[in-house]
T-cell receptor
């Protein structure tokens, strides 16, 4: 079992849809959870950062962490064509390196 | 604020050849990372520097990969000799420090796409 798993997609949605992206993980020691966005032929950029369980909202983006289920989610409201990218979840313990998921490819169709 | 710079952007070599990548982090960032991203996978940490000291190189294939960060600023990653399975994008990232701990906001460069034939 891989430490961090993500459905690779591709996920295709119409403009304006609500998008749900998810990751599962196996290491219960993970405490810091991140979502990165990666456009084609670019480096990843940090979107959201959450410590432990709970929700965090930033504009059209909401990150959720459920440590009891070892499950994290990223919701995108009113999706735009500019949201088309690969979304990488990432996480780490308090003392170790960041582990990235394989990414989910998202296309938002105008 | 200038971002993380990497060069070259693309490199094609034959197996058993050597190759080097260069990274210049964001000014003032003490922590520098090299990642390998194979197509369809997430970035995998190869080596992490804090200033010019190595923090983590547990996943660096030391028989063929080497990295240095002289003077605690820019860094080079070298592969010698290259194998077919080294074909990947090599990403450099940098982050600031709060106290003694690197923050989780890593700023990535555009990467170097390596193809080994």
């Amino acid at each position: 079992q891989k430490e961090v798993e993500q459905d690779p997609g591709p996920l295709s949605v119409p403009e304006g849809a609500i998008v749900s992206l998810n990751c599962t993980y196996s290491n219960s020691a993970f405490q810091y959870f991140m979502w990165y966005r990666q456009y084609s032929r670019k480096g990843p950029e940090l979107l959201m950062y959450t410590y432990s369980s709970g929700n965090k909202e930033d504009g059209r983006f909401t990150a959720q962490v459920d440590k009891s289920s070892k499950y994290i989610s990223l919701f995108i409201r009113d999706s735009q064509p500019s949201d088309s990218a690969t979304y990488l979840c990432a996480m780490r313990t308090s003392y170790d390196k960041v582990i990235f998921g394989p990414g989910t490819s998202l296309s938002v169709i105008p | 604020e200038a971002g993380v710079a990497q060069s070259p952007r693309y490199k094609i070599i034959e197996k058993r050849q050597s190759v080097a990548f260069w990274c210049n982090p964001i000014s003032g960032h003490a922590t520098l990372y090299w990642y390998q991203q194979i197509l369809g996978q997430g970035p995998k940490l190869l080596i992490q520097f804090q200033n010019n000291g190595v923090v983590d190189d547990s996943q660096l294939p030391k028989d063929r990969f080497s990295a240095e960060r002289l003077k605690g600023v820019d860094s080079t990653l070298k592969i010698q000799p290259a194998k077919l399975e080294d074909s990947a994008v090599y990403l450099c990232a940098s982050s600031d420090i709060q106290g003694f701990v690197s923050t989780d906001t890593q700023y990535f460069g555009p990467g170097t796409r390596l193809t080994v034939l």
